[in-house]
């Protein structure tokens, strides 16, 4: 009996430190790649602010994890904690996997002066049209 209970609690240690070795995993390469990701995702007109706004993404992340450990941590009371620990790894993901789709900052400039040309030269907004051909 005695030994039926130790290896339920070294399930469940080993469970939680492996989420805990992957939660700082995504932080350690997070904040590897902060000068890097700087560089791609704030403009590079002041690499100071650039990087300062990728620390300060960076510094949100650690104070967004009580909240995140209230909430999963009573999910995992109500329905489970295999259940949660999916859901978290797959928010995880998903998460970094969206991350890695936004285009660096010269392409959403472009993307976007593209969509403001489309919008304005578009037959249907002719107030958009309107205004462009003041401004011009």
């Not at 469970?15 to 704030?42: N, P, R």
């Not at 928010?91 to 489309?118: N, Q, W």
Request: glycine share 8%; proline share 6%; with cysteine.
């Amino acid at each position: 009996m005695k030994e039926k209970s130790t290896k339920g609690i070294w399930k469940v240690i080993s469970a939680s430190s492996m989420g805990t070795m992957i939660e700082w995993y995504d932080f350690y390469i997070f904040g590897s790649l902060a000068v890097v990701i700087s560089t791609k995702f704030f403009p590079a007109d002041n690499p100071s602010a650039a990087f300062l706004a990728t620390l300060a993404t960076f510094a949100v992340g650690f104070v967004v994890r009580p909240f995140g450990a209230l909430f999963f941590g009573r999910l995992g009371d109500l329905i489970g904690r295999k259940y949660t620990f999916m859901v978290t790894l797959v928010l995880m993901g998903g998460a970094t996997f969206l991350i890695g789709c936004v285009p660096s900052v010269p392409v959403r400039r472009l993307t976007l002066y593209k969509l403001y040309d489309a919008h304005c030269y578009s037959p249907f907004y002719p107030p958009g049209r309107q205004a462009r051909c003041q401004l011009l």
